[in-house]
């Protein structure tokens, strides 16, 4: 098992940074993905941005590249997603995603509400 908890949501005007961060613990050697994904009112859960924990590489949605940001550092267990230049359509709640190698478990957080004004 796999418990992740997220935090540093919060309300911002369009324009301005966020910061979210997720740490892991339990089985955290098991992990082989991490990925932010995110829920507004209304709408399906989409994938965000996504980090293999051991090389590091990165994939993005297109609605967000070259303003979301994520990283690891796998000393703390913890995977980050810079949100610079937010949009009002970036509002929803972001979740955190740990995929497993053994089986292909995948674990999310209870989520952390980011809110856009224009």
Known sequence: QVQLVESGGGLVQAGDSLRLSCVASGRTFTIYHMAWVRQAPGKEREFVAGIYWSGGSTVYADYVKGRFTIA????????????????????????????????GNRYWGQGTQVTVSS
Do not use: I
């Open 72 to 103: 690891r550092d796998n000393a703390k267990n913890t995977v980050y997603l810079q949100m610079d230049g937010l949009k009002p359509d970036d509002t929803a709640v972001y979740y955190c995603e740990a995929t497993t190698s053994t089986g």
